[in-house]
């Protein structure tokens, strides 16, 4: 590991999220879901280089509420935060869905 590497973690939470997001969408086509899958825990992994590549997320800035970033993997969005050398994955939502009403559950209450 470079000094400038972050390690990735997932939150219980997001992986219960991409687990239940996968085994939804292999009901209908697991190989879709393998696509899925990967492309999510790439988006994830890339973080490792580029901590701070994802944006504030919105529905939270509107709270004030700066140290959560996300990730999109059209029509997932990657909730994540950093802290010092970690970046932990914390959640996985379908962005079609009402994210803000989700995020606030989780984050703020």
Known sequence: MTISEHHV???????????????YIALDNSIQARRVYLAIKQKADDLRQMPLQGRIVPELRYYNIIIYRELISPPWRIIY???????????????????????LERFIY
């Open 9 to 23: 973690f997932w939150a219980e939470t997001a992986q219960g999220d991409l687990r239940k997001i996968i085994e």
């Open 81 to 103: 935060k950093t802290e010092k050398n970690k970046v932990w994955v914390l959640a996985v939502i379908d962005g079609r869905r009402n994210v803000e009403e989700i995020l």
